[in-house]
């Protein structure tokens, strides 16, 4: 379908993408990436793919008995034989690497984290499938992350960062030549991701026809290729219908057609612009904070778990499958509410 085109062009490149990524791996990778395909989006198996790539050129690269061997030649066996030290090693080794083109990599303890998790899931799939009776992967603990604030605006800043949006007068001089001609389009994009929490991704993926103007929603491709309906409020509705008028007597470059948001050259926006866009006008409310469209989606699950107390319902706004991933994010909002419940309950009459 026309509406449909976008994400299915997305979905063509990253299969041919790991197509190519699958050629420098052995035989049997292709088994687990069939096997996860219904679970994960294509962008989650490209990363998982280049994970794999390290894993294997570390093998090569760094265990004797491997070291004679091509990376198609390392067989399921070969990573039965491993032991956990030799996964905390890998751990170790992609702290700082260069790949087979010299280039050097560093990779922070979230991305090791990532890392260490695209090989349990590897290793679990042939374990499971009982084509390996050992996973080493399993028995090496996930490293411990600090728990770090979530940077988030607060509700006086999104409101000057919208008043800013809109008006253009906190820009540079040079900024401000352009605002005219993309403040009605950034206005609608900064209060969508602002008043909906939908990703950057599901932003930029938007169509016409992904807009439900008789219920106020928008139709969103979820990870792994869901589809689900987001509804907006009265102020989205009146930002976002500002810029569809505007968007109808714009004539989109040929195959950019169906896309909703426009760049400059008349092309669908891509994620980069956005962020782009994004950081310019956050920087007119705060120079403290590093507002990217990620935070703009926590402040808005942070308002809307304050406004409600309903863990579930925002993570079904959010699009999280699993709920304890919103409460770990919001964990010191809950700890406030509990407080705040303290004397609510009286044991004694006055």
Known sequence: MAD??????????????????????PPYTKEFFRGIEPQTSSRTRIAYAYDLNVFFQFLHDNNPALGKKELREITLSDLESLTPMDIEEYLDYVKVYEDSRKKAHTNDLQAIKRKLASLRTFYKYFYQKELIHYDPAALVPMPKLHEKNIVRLD????????????SGSKLTETQQKFHEKTKVRDLAIVTLLVGTGIRVSECVGLNINDVDVKNSGVMVHRKG???????????????????MDERENT???PGHEDALFLSGQRKRINVRTVE???????QTVTQVKNITPHKLR???????YRATGDIYLVAGVLGHSDVNTTRKHYAAIEDEQRRSARNKVRLRRD
């Open 276 to 282: 782009n866009l994004v950081k310019k006008y956050t």
């Open 155 to 166: 509700e006086d800043e999104v409101a000057e960062l919208l008043d800013n949006v809109e």
């Open 4 to 25: 449909q085109s976008y994400h299915t062009q997305v979905d063509i490149r990253n299969t041919l993408k790991l197509r190519e990524l699958l050629r420098e791996l």
């Open 225 to 243: 290729g869901k589809e689900e309906t987001v509804y907006f409020g009265d102020e989205v509705e009146e930002a976002l219908y500002a810029y």
């Open 298 to 304: 926590s402040t808005y699950g942070t308002n809307l």
């Open 251 to 253: 004539d989109a470059l």
